[in-house]
């Protein structure tokens, strides 16, 4: 079936760097990408999401590169802070379901 | 702040006793759904309802079972709880199509003895 991996299982940074979590995709007809963010003991929160016919997209302190060419998605958080420390998901919706990535574990230290 | 809810948050419980794992959403959506989950692990789909009495398996198999009669009660049922259930359960649930936003509620963990 259809997948949506992440490269990355962990990505430790420092306070107030940059942070740059991928993911991979492997159907070229998807055309709807959607990243979660997993606080500990908490449900997936969403972030942001990101049509096909856009290359990028801005939130607050967050923003989606996709790359179509190479099927190939980021999620950047600028100024990283503490708070941000949590599991980002990457999912699709596929055969009417949403499919979520492995996870990437993001740190944050001081 | 989504209005989503899950009872009980933890539960631990002996092999095989039946549970009931409660979720109530009070934002009138149609769809909601089942993710098992283990820790720092992928969400695996079990269970989802398009509306009431639609229930469909999702891609984990699962000896879970689940009942839609009312659009705000989505609770999953496990017969004969097992060691091998031992896991974190999310319940969420969606406006409409598949690209309207999931909204989680907080988990139940279960550990079976």
């Known amino acids: 079936g259809e997948s949506v991996g992440l490269h990355l299982p962990t990505l430790s940074v420092q306070e107030g760097d940059n942070s740059i979590i991928n993911c991979a995709y492997s159907?070229?007809?998807?055309?709807?990408f959607i990243w979660y963010k997993q606080e500990s003991g908490k449900g997936p929160q969403f972030i942001i999401d990101?049509?096909?016919?856009?290359d990028k997209r801005q939130g607050q302190r967050v923003t989606v590169l996709l790359n179509k060419t190479v099927k190939h998605l980021s999620l950047q958080i600028a100024a990283t802070q503490p708070g941000d420390s949590a599991v980002y998901f990457c999912?699709?919706?596929?055969?009417?379901?949403?499919?979520f990535g492995t996870g990437t574990r993001l740190q944050v230290f001081p | 702040e989504a209005d989503i809810y899950q009872t009980p948050r933890y539960l631990v419980i002996g092999t095989g006793k039946k549970i009931t794992l409660e979720c109530s959403q009070t934002m009138g959506h149609d769809k909601m759904y089942w993710y098992q989950q283990d820790p720092g692990m992928e969400l695996h789909l079990i269970h989802y309802?398009?509306?009431?009495?639609?229930?469909e398996k999702g891609d984990l198999s699962s000896e879970s079972t689940v009942s839609r009669i009312r659009t705000e009660h989505f609770p999953l049922t496990l017969e004969s709880a097992r060691p091998s259930h031992t896991s974190q359960y999310l319940c969420a649930s969606s406006a409409g199509t598949i690209r309207d936003e999931q909204y989680f509620g907080p988990g139940t963990r279960l550990t079976v003895t």
């Open positions: 999912a699709e919706p596929w055969g009417g379901k949403l499919i």
């Open positions: 990101i049509r096909s016919n856009m």
């Open positions: 159907n070229s007809a998807s055309d709807y």
């Open positions: 309802s398009y509306g009431v009495n639609s229930t």
